[in-house]
């Protein structure tokens, strides 16, 4: 529900997990600001959209450990797919970890 519409969260929701994290950090240096964790929050949420995208494209068999996994037959398909969206390169060879987790949330 905080999640409104797209996952798009509102102000107070990204104080309110700025003051968690810094709650509970054991770690030397600033705290997160509610700034940066939005941020993070965009830049995962923009990656997840990348990988699922390869993940939901029929002739690709995306794994966590391999990526997209192109082999002989699917080289076709890839190419066809980073003419029109360049970001997938970067699964081609490796997995997100984050997918997953992602996965259950959105």
Same mark, same amino acid.
């Given at each position: 529900?905080?999640?409104?519409?797209?996952?798009?969260?509102?102000?107070?929701?990204?104080?309110?997990?700025?003051?968690?994290?810094?709650?509970?950090?054991?770690?030397?240096?600033?705290?997160?600001?509610?700034?940066?964790?939005?941020?993070? @929050?965009?830049? !995962?949420? $923009?990656?997840?959209?990348? +990988?699922?995208? /390869?993940?939901? &494209?029929?002739?690709?068999? *995306?794994?966590?450990?391999?990526?997209?996994?192109?082999?002989?037959?699917?080289?076709?398909? @890839?190419?066809? !797919?980073? $003419?029109?969206?360049?970001? +997938?390169?970067? /699964?081609?060879? &490796?997995?997100?970890?984050? *997918?997953?987790?992602?996965?259950?949330?959105?």
């Amino acid at each position: 529900a905080k999640g409104g519409d797209g996952m798009n969260f509102d102000k107070t929701f990204w104080f309110a997990t700025a003051a968690e994290l810094a709650s509970k950090s054991t770690r030397v240096g600033p705290a997160k600001s509610s700034e940066a964790c939005l941020q993070k @929050w965009k830049r !995962l949420h $923009k990656m997840f959209k990348v +990988v699922n995208k /390869v993940v939901n &494209t029929s002739g690709i068999t *995306y794994t966590r450990k391999n990526g997209a996994n192109i082999t002989a037959e699917s080289e076709t398909i @890839w190419s066809d !797919l980073l $003419k029109v969206d360049p970001q +997938v390169k970067s /699964v081609k060879t &490796t997995g997100w970890t984050h *997918y997953e987790a992602l996965l259950d949330i959105l």
